[in-house]
T-cell receptor, first 111, second 114 residues
Framework: GEDVEQSLFLSVREGDSSVINCTYT??????LYWYKQEPGAGLQLLTY?????DMKQDQRLTVLLNKKDKHLSLRIADTQTGDSAIYFC???????????FGSGTRLQVQP | EAQVTQNPRYLITVTGKKLTVTCSQN?????MSWYRQDPGLGLRQIYY???????DKGDVPEGYKVSRKEKRNFPLILESPSPNQTSLYFC?????????????FGPGTRLTVL
């Protein structure tokens, strides 16, 4: 079945860039997503990328997709304390529309 | 305001006592889904529904039931809860038309089964 893997923890200083990495196994994934979960809250879609794209930029967020290596990354420029959260990478099963999530990367931003 | 609501937000119960977690969305979405979130495992799909009266199993359906009698509601039923069902549960919904089909998540229900 599909598998999505992420590192569990990342700590950066305020103002630095953060890079969160993800690997996935399902080569038929058409969309890949990044969700953000703040403490005590549900998941919120941050951004997504279509599988025929290599890069997508949205303000401070840059998503890079290496389809050959099945590697997805999220770069957050000028990281702020408000970016502290858990970030989930996910791919979508086109059949049942389920999202397969990674275990989440906890981003800690130090002032 | 477009949203997915879940009730209750927190629940502590005992083994074997039937419970229902409600989920409702006001976006006229066809697709609804339940996930559970456990530390180190991310979110795993329990059941999903493509439309009214159409439900199907996800990755971890054992011990759960669902129903979809109305488009807006998708309750999750635990007929005989056990401690291994202690978890954080999320309901989600999305449209089935269009492209990237963002899934909108509820705020979560934290369930503890003693």
């Amino acid at each position: 079945g599909e598998d999505v893997e992420q590192s569990l923890f990342l700590s950066v200083r305020e103002g630095d860039s953060s890079v969160i990495n993800c690997t996935y196994t399902d080569s038929s994934s058409t969309y890949l997503y990044w969700y953000k979960q703040e403490p005590g809250a549900g998941l919120q879609l941050l951004t997504y990328i279509f599988s025929n794209m290599d890069m997508k930029q949205d303000q401070r967020l840059t998503v890079l997709l290496n389809k050959k290596d099945k590697h997805l990354s999220l770069r957050i420029a000028d990281t702020q304390t408000g970016d502290s959260a858990i970030y989930f990478c996910a791919e979508r099963d086109t059949g049942r529309r389920a999202l397969t999530f990674g275990s989440g990367t906890r981003l800690q931003v130090q002032p | 305001e477009a949203q997915v609501t879940q009730n209750p937000r927190y629940l502590i119960t005992v083994t074997g006592k039937k419970l229902t977690v409600t989920c409702s969305q006001n976006m006229n979405h066809e697709y609804m889904s339940w996930y559970r979130q456990d530390p180190g495992l991310g979110l795993r799909q329990i059941y999903y529904s493509m439309n009214v009266e159409v439900t199907d199993k996800g990755d971890v359906p054992e011990g759960y039931k669902v129903s979809r009698k109305e488009k807006r509601n998708f309750p999750l039923i635990l007929e005989s809860p056990s401690p291994n069902q202690t978890s954080l549960y999320f309901c989600a919904s999305s449209t089935t038309s269009g492209s990237y089909n963002e899934q909108f998540f509820g705020p979560g229900t934290r369930l503890t089964v003693l």
